[in-house]
């Protein structure tokens, strides 16, 4: 990978869904746009913030599709990420400091 590129395998996305009240939202409906989830494979050697293996959330609009061994990956720059996922850790501790 080269600069600041990221190359992610994104999470498989179920067709349909279910809303938090038990409503079943079918593929064909329209709705607001949606981000989605990703595990990075490869990080190019300018990336600061990401590394392999981080789960990440992206907006799967503006991406770049490579099929690699028969595997459907998503090649993005490290600006196009929103967040990345992080364990909790076993004592409830968030890691952050002031």
């Given at each position: 990978m080269l600069h600041d590129r990221l190359l992610v395998d994104p999470e498989v996305d179920a067709s349909e869904r279910q809303s938090s009240a038990g409503l079943v939202i079918p593929a064909t409906a329209?709705?607001?746009?949606?981000?989605?989830w990703a595990v990075v494979v490869a990080a190019g050697e300018h990336v600061r913030q990401v590394a392999v293996g981080d789960r990440v959330l992206f907006d799967?609009?503006?991406?770049?599709?490579?099929?690699?061994?028969?595997?459907?990956?998503?090649l993005l720059r490290e600006r196009d990420v929103h967040a990345v996922s992080q364990e909790v850790e076993e004592d409830g501790r968030t890691g952050l400091y002031l």
């Open positions: 329209v709705g607001p746009k949606r981000l989605a799967p609009d503006d991406r770049a599709e490579v099929e690699l061994g028969g595997r459907d990956l998503v």
